[in-house]
C-alpha cells in the first residue's frame, strides 16, 4: 500500500481526522483519531512502557482499530487508530488491484 505523510500537531487530547481522497476517479473517506496516551495515566505503575501502552488499549473503542504507535515523550505516547469500517475497505480495495 503506498503511503502520503501528513504533519498532525501534537496537541492535547484526542484527534478525530478526517481525509476524503480521490483515487483514480473513485472518492473514499478516511476516518483515523490521533490519541495521546500519558505514561502516569496507566492504571498498574509500572517501568515497562510496553505494559503500559496495553493497558490502554485494551479497553479502547471496539470501533477503532490500532493503526500507528509514534515515537514516545518522558510523557506520553501518540497512538494513530483507523475506523474499522476503513480499515477494511482498505483491505478490500488492495484485493481487487
Same mark, same amino acid.
Request: proline share 6%.
Given at each position: =500500500?503506498?503511503?502520503?505523510?501528513?504533519?498532525?500537531?501534537?496537541?492535547?487530547?484526542?484527534?478525530?481526522? *478526517?481525509? *476524503?481522497? +480521490?483515487?483514480?476517479?473513485?472518492?473514499?473517506?478516511?476516518? /483515523?483519531?490521533?490519541?495521546?496516551? /500519558?505514561?502516569?495515566?496507566?492504571?498498574?505503575?509500572?517501568?515497562?512502557?510496553?505494559?503500559?501502552?496495553?493497558?490502554?488499549?485494551?479497553?479502547?473503542?471496539?470501533?477503532? $482499530? #490500532? /493503526?500507528?504507535?509514534?515515537?514516545? +515523550?518522558?510523557? &506520553?505516547?501518540?497512538? +494513530? &487508530?483507523? $475506523? $474499522?469500517?476503513?480499515? *477494511?475497505?482498505?483491505?478490500? #480495495?488492495? +484485493? =481487487?488491484?
Amino acid at each position: =500500500m503506498a503511503h502520503i505523510a501528513i504533519p498532525i500537531p501534537s496537541l492535547p487530547g484526542k484527534q478525530d481526522i *478526517e481525509i *476524503e481522497v +480521490t483515487i483514480n476517479g473513485q472518492k473514499q473517506a478516511l476516518h /483515523y483519531r490521533v490519541e495521546l496516551f /500519558y505514561w502516569g495515566d496507566c492504571n498498574i505503575p509500572t517501568f515497562d512502557r510496553v505494559e503500559c501502552i496495553q493497558q490502554h488499549l485494551a479497553g479502547y473503542d471496539q470501533d477503532w $482499530k #490500532l /493503526y500507528y504507535i509514534g515515537a514516545p +515523550t518522558d510523557d &506520553f505516547v501518540p497512538v +494513530t &487508530f483507523v $475506523k $474499522k469500517e476503513d480499515w *477494511e475497505k482498505q483491505r478490500k #480495495l488492495l +484485493t =481487487m488491484s
